[in-house]
């Protein structure tokens, strides 16, 4: 059974840093994305970063682009989020989330292309 399980949220100040992570057990194919996505208090969940092992692609939301770095453990399968210069904005549950092979681009920061979700961590800045 697959499951993920984030850490490493908290408060912060506007401008500040924050390392989120994701432990992964129990998912055992090799080629697959991981990704990071959030959702602030009452709007949708949205994609904010995606890491595919098949073609060692990243991607970022406009948003966060120069901002935010996903990066994996390739020992641990571990996934990161480096959080830096952060805003008030930025303020929400972050979730990582896990599916195995490719994705088409158009598909990479949508919830329903991915099949295993963890718990989530909270993150708020304040100004």
């Known amino acids: 059974q697959v499951h993920l399980v984030e850490s490493g949220g908290g408060s912060v100040q506007a401008g500040g840093s924050l390392t989120l992570s994701c432990e992964v057990s129990g998912f055992t194919n090799s080629n697959y994305c991981m990704a990071w996505f959030r959702q602030a208090h009452g709007k949708a969940r949205e994609g904010v970063a995606v890491?595919?092992?098949?073609?060692?692609?990243?991607y970022y939301v406009d948003s966060v682009k120069g901002r935010f770095t996903i990066s994996q453990d390739n020992n641990s399968r571990t996934l990161y989020l480096l959080m830096s210069s952060l805003k008030v904005e930025d303020s929400a549950m972050y979730y990582c989330?896990?599916?195995?092979?490719?994705?088409?681009?158009?598909?990479?920061?949508?919830?329903?292309?991915?099949?295993?979700w963890g718990q989530g961590t909270q993150v708020t800045v304040s100004p």
């Open positions: 989330a896990e599916r195995g092979g490719l994705l088409p681009y158009n598909m990479i920061f949508l919830e329903e292309s991915y099949n295993y």
């Open positions: 890491f595919c092992t098949g073609n060692q692609m990243r």
